[in-house]
């Protein structure tokens, strides 16, 4: 079956501009989660819904960062004045709904900015 | 959230085992012990996932000592096609926080 999917795999911003990144989880699955990882290191939380509740915003790095998933199926990451140091790969997961369930993940959006 | 604590890299020529052990000290009761593997340009993968004790899939093996402050995963027989970054997570909620991970090369 089909997994974790994300558009653009890359996409190339100049500083100040907006960009939205696109997930689409696994069908059926509650949770969905978005992750940063900076070149080297590991993914770092940025935010999390069950359904369309963002439950948890706690990792989103400024007020730049947006997300939402209006009908609880695909969700979008909004950046907005994108800067520098946004460079890093956007990753989503999905899982069925438990806390312990195994997170599903796609290959990444990779966002450089000039 | 307990600190994880692993190697940065490890190598291992194809066809031993690899046992990549990770320390985490402040580990809490509710809190399981996760695996995730990520090949370079991909999104990570689950590996395993434990409690206590032992813990057996078709991939790994995952061991867990009595005071569960730190873990072992096993990696039998690798193969080039294991040469990836692991991560030990210590999972509590929903968030995941993976850490640096340990960058395994397999060679022939």
């Known amino acids: ?37 900076a070149l080297g290191q590991g993914p770092e939380f940025l935010t999390y819904f069950q359904n369309e509740a963002q439950l948890d915003k706690s990792g989103l790095p400024s007020d730049r960062f947006f997300a939402e998933r209006p009908e609880g199926s695909v ?29 599903f993940f ?9 | 959230l307990a600190k994880t604590t692993q190697p940065i890299s490890m190598d291992s020529y194809e066809g031993q085992e690899v046992n990549i052990t990770c320390s985490h000290n402040n580990i809490a009761t509710n809190d399981y012990i996760t695996w995730y593997q990520q090949f370079p340009s991909q999104g990570p993968r689950f590996i395993i996932q434990g409690y206590k004790t032992k813990v057996t899939n078709e991939v790994a093996s995952l061991f867990i000592p009595a005071d569960r402050k730190s873990s072992t995963l096993s990696l039998p027989r690798v193969s080039l096609s294991d040469t990836a970054v692991y991560y ?14 340990t960058s395994l090369l397999v060679t022939p």
């Open chain 1, 1 to 37: 079956g089909a997994g974790v999917s994300q558009s653009p795999r890359y996409k190339v911003a100049k500083r100040g501009q907006d960009v939205a990144l696109r997930c689409d989880p696994i069908s059926g699955h509650v949770s969905l989660f978005w992750y940063q990882q």
């Open chain 1, 75 to 103: 969700s979008t990451l909004k950046i907005q004045r994108t800067q520098q140091e946004d460079s890093a790969v956007y990753l989503c997961a999905s899982s069925v709904s438990g806390e312990r369930d195994e997170q």
């Open chain 1, 106 to 114: 796609g290959p990444g959006t990779r966002l450089t900015v000039l």
């Open chain 2, 88 to 101: 030990c997570l210590v999972a509590r909620g929903k968030a995941l926080n993976f850490g640096k991970g």
